[in-house]
Structures are given as C-alpha cells and as structure tokens.
C-alpha cells in the first residue's frame, strides 16, 4: 500500500506498507545451533557472534523474524536452543527461502559481517545439519501444535469455578475515618479511650488475628490504661456486624459490597465455561453455630455433604445468608481451602476440566508457610487460583504468592507453574461510583491469566484439545483478555 499525501508548498514524506495473508499454521519450531572455526573479527579478542534469521518476502526482500544471544569471546559458539512459530519463520510456506547471518557483536551496534547461509523449513525439518564452509551447525529441531485457550474450550474443557470467602472479624472496619461512628460508646470514656480502642483495631485489621486482639486487651486493662463501661463495643470489634455501613461485608440494601461485587464480576463470565452451573461456595475463618467452633472451610450452602450453590446468584443468597448465621472471627488461613479444591483437581488430570478457585479476602494471610506449600503442591495440577483483596489493608504479603516475578518456593521445592493471580480491588474501583465500570475493570484483568495457566498445564501434561463440539459462537472470557 503505497500513502501519499502532501501539504501545498512543504515537502512531505512517504509511508509504504506492505502486508502479506497470515497462514493458518499453527506450529511451533524448536531448534538448537553452533558453530566452529567463525573468523577472528575482535582486535583483542575472538568473536562476539550471534545469529539473525530473516524470512523472506513474497517481493523477494526480507524480514528480521529472530536474533539468537551473543556468545562472548568465542569462535565456537552454542546458542541457546530457542522457540519460534513457523508462521514467522516462513509463513507457512515450508519451501520459502530462510536467510541466517552470523554477525561478531560490537558495544557500538557496528557489528561485524562474519557470513550468511541460506535454507528453508523443509531442510530444517528433514534434519540438515551443515550450512556453508562458516561450519554452523543445527544440533536438534523439533515442531510442535501450538494450541490456544479456545482449542480447550471448544473440545469440551469445563471450567470448574469454586468460592472461598474471608469471614474474619478484620472486616469490621473499613478505614480509620468511621472511627467515631464506631466507638459511641467508649466516647463517653474520652479520646484517650477511643484511640486505643482504635489502636487495638488496627491491630486486628493488620493480623486477621482475633487472639491477638483479644491478648491485647487483656493486657491494656491489667496495665490500668483503659477500662471499658461497655461490652457491646468490645463484641463489636470482636465479631464484626455485616449490617453496620462501616463493615466491608456490609448487607445494603441499595448496592452490593465489595465482596458481592468482586463475586459477582468474576463469576459471571467464567459461568458460562460451566456446564451445570454449580459451584461449590465456602468461607473461612467464622465460628459456626450452634457450638461456635473455629470453621476454616464451611459450605455456605450449610450442607456439609453438597457445598454447591446453583449459579452466580445462588453464590450470593448462601453467603449473604451466611452472614447472617455465622460469627466473623480468625484468624485467615488460607491453605485448608486450597488443598480443599487441590483435592478435587487431583481428581480429574485428562483435560476434561480445569478448576478456577477464587478467593476474596480482606486481610494479611495468617498460614503463610502452609499457603505456599499448599500452592507449590497444587501448582502440577489443573487449577488457578484468584485472590482478591479488598478494603484498606496491605497487601504486600500476597505478592509472595503471585509468582509473576518469583516462583513460589516451599521448604526447596518452586512451583511448577505460576498458579496465582493477586489484585486488590481497591486499584478497580471507579471514582464515580460506577459499579458496573469497576467489576468489568476487575474481571479484565483477574481472568488475564487463565488462559495461559491452562495452556501451561495442558502442554505440561501433553493433553491436546479433543476435535470441536461445536462450532456456535464462544462465551466472553477470551474476549476480556
């Protein structure tokens, strides 16, 4: 395509595209190279040699498609073996021309010329292995299928979406702001009693711990520095009251709380990737009813034997009936849950389903140790985990967990794939007001990686996608990549 536009009385400049079909090929090409006896091209040293490939043009020009990593001071380099996909090497075209330059790198970017051969993907293929008197060497070639996250789901792999909701007593407050509106009755004790009072919260909301907290207020009224009039104040903080503005598992009856939004926003695109439509529902870190023991993974359906919630919206009706049954307390363990969902993707390994757990959460993790074991263990089986965080809290410790920079390790094992995607719901919301805004906002970017942590399970495990079921159109997850 040739552009050409001009300005009266200036000279303008030229802007030629040229574009080429895509094939449908969807291979991938490994390969592995060296080379012997390359020219001495440093003054001081050998040579810095590397290689460019370039697929060719239907126009007979040619395109830069891969640069190798340069050897250092050496004559007879072993690059790295390295991945490209056929399509950019030649388009599909297994007789299209691929020239390869052997460059000596320079500091300056003047790399010196040391010579160039000439092949093609069939001769690759077919194991060829000397190019030219430059003595360059293919050491191994392999091809593989490349498949996509849509290959998956049109062969039938179900997403299997489990809920693990944060029902500790930190989600009482939501910031420092409503300090007074909680405190009423210390007031009349005056501001001293009020900031500890205050202050031993925030100790709570940093923990998720309620021992802590109950430890701390043991030992400020034993030291004489506060004496409380009032109980209800002090139950308050220890069990958290979902139908008071100020908690984060707020029951409005005008909009939905965070919690409810996050569920909501996420759950209702991976839905559709769910056949039946039932989606086991827990929470963790609530005394239960009637005998108040400790529960870090109880069904919110109330059903010990059948933890599933019909749809979304049965999700929701069991956790705000939860809510209403069950006691915030502490503290937050997280790898009961996991090991939980763990167990059932140990299960089923063949590709036939993958499992999404999701996890909403408003506090620092408590079982840090346990938690990473628990994600190393799960990372070799079918299952992504999502965490949300929501309220005020620092997050900083759940970046351990989310292995984009540094793999998850636990006790000298790394995980084997990077399973966990972490966001705090805070960085999603809109400064309108917006809720529909802020959960798509959210879903965008939490369902992100799924695809890919499919991909890596299946390709680690050698499942390919069955032949389509259908060819009718997809639901919305790939489209909010």
């Keep these: ?115 160039e051969f000439t092949t093609s993907y069939r001769e690759l293929s077919r194991g060829q292995n000397q190019f030219n008197v430059y003595e360059v060497t293919l050491l191994s070639f392999k091809v593989e299928s490349e498949y996509t996250f849509v290959d998956f789901i049109r062969g039938g792999t179900q997403l299997n979406f489990t809920v693990a909701i944060d029902f500790t ?46 430890l701390q207020m043991k030992t400020t009224k034993k030291e004489g520095e506060l004496s409380f009039n009032s109980s209800s104040c002090v139950r308050f903080f220890l069990q958290g009251n979902p139908s008071q503005p100020t908690s984060l598992h707020y029951m409005s009856p005008y909009q939905m709380n965070a919690y409810a939004m996050a569920l909501k926003a996420v ?34 359906s109330g059903d010990a034997e059948n933890p599933n919630c019909v749809g979304i919206e049965g999700v929701l009706e069991a956790y705000f009936q939860s809510l209403r049954t069950v006691q915030l307390y502490g503290p937050t363990n997280f790898a009961p849950v996991i090991n939980k969902v763990a167990n059932c993707a140990a299960e089923i390994t063949d590709g036939s389903q993958y499992f999404v757990l999701l996890m909403i959460t408003d506090g620092v993790i408590s079982d840090m140790v346990q938690t990473k074991e628990a994600v190393v263990n799960a990372s070799s089986l079918p299952l992504s985990i999502i965490i949300v965080g929501v309220g005020p809290a620092e997050f900083d410790a759940m970046e351990e967990l989310d292995g984009d920079e540094v793999r998850v390790s636990s006790r000298g094992r790394l995980a084997e794939r990077d399973i966990v995607q972490f966001v705090p719901f805070r960085d999603y919301i809109d400064r309108s007001g917006n809720q529909v805004l802020s959960m798509a906002r959210l879903a965008k ?21 069955r032949p389509a079921l259908s060819t009718s159109p997809l639901p919305e997850l790939h489209r909010h990549i």
Aim: net charge negative; proline share 6%; hydrophobic share 35%.
């Design 1 to 115: 395509m040739f552009l050409e536009s001009g300005i009266p009385g200036k000279k303008c400049g030229v802007i030629i595209f040229t574009a080429e079909e895509l094939s449908n090929c969807r291979d991938i090409a490994t390969m592995q190279l060296c080379a012997n006896k390359l020219d001495k091209k440093d003054f001081f040293g050998k040579s810095d040699p590397f290689l460019v490939f370039y697929r060719s043009n239907e126009d007979g020009t040619f395109t830069i498609c891969h640069k190798t990593e340069v050897i250092k001071n050496t004559l007879n380099p072993v690059w790295q073996p390295f991945t490209i996909p056929v399509r950019a090497l030649c388009n599909g075209d297994f007789d299209r021309t691929v020239k390869v330059d052997v460059y000596d790198w320079d500091r300056d970017g003047s790399h010196d010329f040391i010579g």
């Design 169 to 214: 007593a930190s989600n009482a407050i939501q910031n420092a702001d409503t300090r007074s509106s909680l405190c009423e009755p210390c007031l009349k004790e005056g501001d001293k009693a009020c900031s500890t009072l205050f202050s031993m919260n925030h100790l709570l909301c940093s923990t998720g711990d309620t021992t802590c907290f109950e």
């Design 267 to 300: 759950g209702e695109i991976i839905q559709d990737y769910d056949s039946d439509k039932l989606f086991p529902a827990y929470g963790f870190g609530a005394k239960l009813p009637p005998d108040g023991k400790i529960s870090h993974g109880f069904p919110l």
């Design 445 to 465: 970017d939490v369902l992100a990686e799924i695809p890919d942590q499919l991909l890596s399970f299946m390709k680690s495990r050698g499942v390919e996608p």
